[in-house]
């Protein structure tokens, strides 16, 4: 008896909707187990184990993702382009990144006198932050303290054991020691045991000076002791790990100690009230005789005056967002511009269209880029001034308003050039940064055109 062509039909499609049920079910299972299991020991790792390879035996898939931060691709207003250079017994590098103070010569004149007048260069992943460091002209023509090192190096072990178990006596003796001697030490740029303790991988803070500044920052805010390792939530962790070392900071005393001005907040007008209380100066500007300040990469404290920071967003949510793999969500360690990888980035929150992101990004850099640009130019005239006034003749008295300017507009400036989201991270703080330094300036430039006895004549110019 012939069976009904229906019914032969329904059969196989039974059997295949159960065979897909089936599958489905065993995938589901396996990504559960994936998801159960996030790592497998397979490498016995302590306090000790400074290679990130050693990690990444257990960690493959964040091992694979940290190597990639040798990657060098350029964004609009930042990154970095790979420059091919001959290698010499000075300096091995077979590649470097731009130089940006050819780029932009102002910059070399703000800081003329200042180790950054001579080699600054476009920033690049962070494989290349140590041996970037060691043959920077900064570091290879100027007597540098080993607190550089601090941001440049996988530096939690050498901490431990120049202090014999104690971080901050290893991170009080790295810092006193001259740089040629400190880079000794260092093996590895930042790696995991920087920023994850080795037996749960939970974030954990290693940086001394962070650990000082926040509790600084905290007591200034009413809250006593604070302690982000025991205090700070995870998701605040996802910020501070990176904040470790993407701060404003300056070396104070003869020990040079790596400190974060933070005792009066996060501000560029209550950092600056900080550095005015210590009488701090970083060099004599050499062309004007002004005592002024170098502000350095204040990702962490601008980030903070930013509509991301208040919505509870973290820099790894976009820097180092999830990504699946499998049954498991990881976070992608190649730690990169988010107008790199916009889809995990921005599009988890931003319902628009990548195009659309990255046009209203490049939007606010265009904005910031032309009133940096402005500031900028105005700052020059102001040290154009001062300096045509002191070979005039002008005394150290007469000059000192003038020079208190340079300091403030420079150090406003200097602190928003510095930050390397080209005005993203906060930018109605970075503009209003910029005002007050295009009104500072001003202000200077009226404190010189009131000696007017010294206006420079043709043959002083």
């Known amino acids: 008896m012939k069976l ?18 089936a599958a489905l079910l065993v995938s589901i299972i396996e990504r559960k187990q994936e998801a159960r299991h996030t790592f497998f020991r397979v490498a016995e790792i302590d306090e000790d184990t400074e290679d990130p390879a050693i990690w990444g035996r257990n960690f493959p898939l964040q091992y694979d993702s940290w190597k990639r931060t040798v990657d060098m691709v350029r964004t609009r207003y930042g990154g970095s382009e790979a420059l091919p250079r001959n290698p010499t017994a000075a300096d091995p590098r077979e590649r470097v990144s731009q130089e940006k103070i050819e780029e932009d010569p102002r910059l070399k004149r703000m800081w003329a006198g200042y180790p950054f007048s001579v080699d600054f260069r476009e920033e690049r992943g962070h494989a ?9 002209r900064r570091v290879l023509e100027f007597n540098q303290p080993g607190a550089c090192l601090n941001c440049h190096a996988s530096t939690a072990v050498i901490y431990r054991k120049l202090g014999g178990g104690d971080i901050f006596k290893g991170f009080e003796a790295l810092n006193r020691m001259p740089y040629a001697e400190a880079t000794k030490y260092a093996t590895h740029p930042v790696a995991c045991v920087d920023c ?68 009066k907040g996060l501000r560029a007008e209550e950092m600056l009230a900080y550095y005015e209380e210590a009488a701090h100066r970083d060099w004599v500007h050499a062309e004007t005789g002004a005592p002024v300040l170098k502000a350095q990469h204040p ?37 990169r511009s988010p107008l790199l990888n916009i889809n995990r980035a ?3 929150c931003h319902r628009f269209s990548e195009q659309e992101l990255k046009d209203r990004v490049e939007e606010i850099q265009d904005r910031f880029i032309g009133a940096r640009n402005i500031a900028l130019d105005a700052l020059m005239d102001l040290i154009a001034e001062i300096a045509r006034f002191r070979a005039a003749g002008a005394s150290d008295a007469q000059l000192a308003p003038a020079w208190q300017a340079q300091r403030h507009a420079q150090f406003f400036i200097d602190l928003v050039e510095a930050e390397n989201s080209a005005g993203f991270h906060a930018p109605g703080e970075m503009l209003r940064v910029l005002t007050q330094a295009l009104d500072i300036i001003r202000r200077g430039q009226v404190s010189l055109r009131e000696l007017q006895p010294l206006r420079p004549t043709a043959a002083s110019r």
């Open 4 to 21: 009904d062509r229906r019914i032969v039909w329904t059969i196989v499609a039974s059997a295949v909707l159960t065979m897909a049920v």
């Open 128 to 136: 290349y932050m140590l041996i970037d460091q060691r043959y920077t």
């Open 196 to 263: 994850h303790e080795p037996q749960t991988m939970r974030l954990r803070i290693t940086r001394p000076a962070f650990l000082e500044g926040i509790r600084a920052l905290k007591a200034s805010q009413g809250v006593p002791d604070y302690d982000p390792n025991r205090m700070a939530s995870a998701q605040e962790m996802r910020t501070f790990v990176c904040a470790q070392c993407h701060v404003e900071y300056y070396f104070k005393g003869e020990e040079k100690r790596l400190v974060y001005p933070w005792s």
């Open 299 to 335: 990702e962490f404290e601008m980030f903070s005056q930013g509509i991301h920071a208040r919505s509870g967003v973290a820099c790894a949510d976009c820097h180092m967002p999830y990504k699946r793999e499998g049954g498991m969500k990881v976070s992608d360690h190649q730690v």
């Open 346 to 348: 921005c599009q988890g």
